[in-house]
């Protein structure tokens, strides 16, 4: 599977951005999808996670919950991240990741992922 990562940019605080994450390949071998972030000099921390088929929970980091929305289109075999109301905190390279796995721990666990795309970079400025 391969994943492709766009949407990225440059916006002021209180802006909107739309991030797209396109997915080839075996798709109907994924089981789930999310999106991840890393800022300079931390660590990637868990944004978002849904199932790839739908059903189940969509779950959120306490810091998007309420500002970011996480939805599919199988039949583009592509998820979206809609991001409202972004703050300086969201600055950070954002990066799609799928599994082909059931899940072993936690939706929030970069190790369970299997596939990633390649980052897409959003700055949020004042």
């Known amino acids: 599977v391969q994943l492709q990562a766009s949407g990225g940019g440059t916006v002021q605080a209180g802006d909107s951005l739309r991030l797209s994450c396109a997915a080839s390949g075996r798709t109907f071998n994924l089981y789930g999808v999310a999106w991840f972030r890393q800022a300079p000099g931390k660590e990637r921390e868990f944004v978002a996670a849904t199932r790839w088929f739908g059903g189940g929970s969509t779950h959120y980091a306490d810091s998007v919950k309420g500002r970011f929305t996480l939805s599919r289109d199988n039949a583009k075999n592509t998820v979206y991240l809609q991001m409202n109301s972004l703050e300086l905190e969201d600055t950070a390279v954002y990066y799609c990741?799928?599994?082909?796995?059931?899940?072993?721990?936690?939706?929030?666990?970069?190790?369970?992922?299997?596939?990633w795309g390649q980052g897409t970079q959003v700055t949020v400025s004042s």
């Open positions: 990741a799928a599994r082909s796995r059931i899940l072993a721990t936690t939706v929030r666990s970069p190790d369970e992922y299997d596939f």
